[in-house]
């Protein structure tokens, strides 16, 4: 009886760590394309290189902000689109995950600012 105890669980414990890899990867997350599901949701899905998000890509939370451009070592970096839940979105140069270069900003209300950007905030 001891000896089926022990297989159950062992089973048990094989099935949860199994499962448990399908909030990692599916594809090839390593080099080549692939969707990573992190424990809080939000879901990567693109290029990737030595593990590294690296290439396009999008990138979408739970709370409904969705990222959609080129990524250089898991930051945002070169072309991309962040668009935010209130509808609002920002459409330009990105990098070290910044906005940082060209850039359009809309407003939901349909405002809207264009200029060069640096870490985040626009330069007038």
């Not at 060069?116 to 330069?123: D, R």
Request: charged share 25%; with cysteine; aromatic share 16%.
């Amino acid at each position: 009886m001891k000896k089926y105890l022990f297989y159950i669980t062992l089973s048990f414990l094989i099935m949860t760590s199994v499962s448990a890899r399908k909030t990692g990867c599916e594809g090839n997350c390593e080099n080549g394309f692939g969707k990573w599901t992190y424990t809080d949701n939000t879901v990567y899905e693109g290029e990737w290189v030595e593990t590294q998000k690296h290439g396009q890509g999008v990138e979408t939370w739970p709370n409904g902000y969705i990222y959609k451009g080129e990524f250089k070592n898991s930051e945002w970096s070169g072309q991309g689109i962040l668009n935010f839940p209130d509808g609002s979105n920002y459409e330009g140069e990105w990098a070290k995950g910044f906005m940082n270069g060209e850039g359009k900003f809309i407003w939901s209300d349909g405002k809207e600012k264009k200029g060069t950007w640096k870490n985040g905030k626009l330069q007038e």
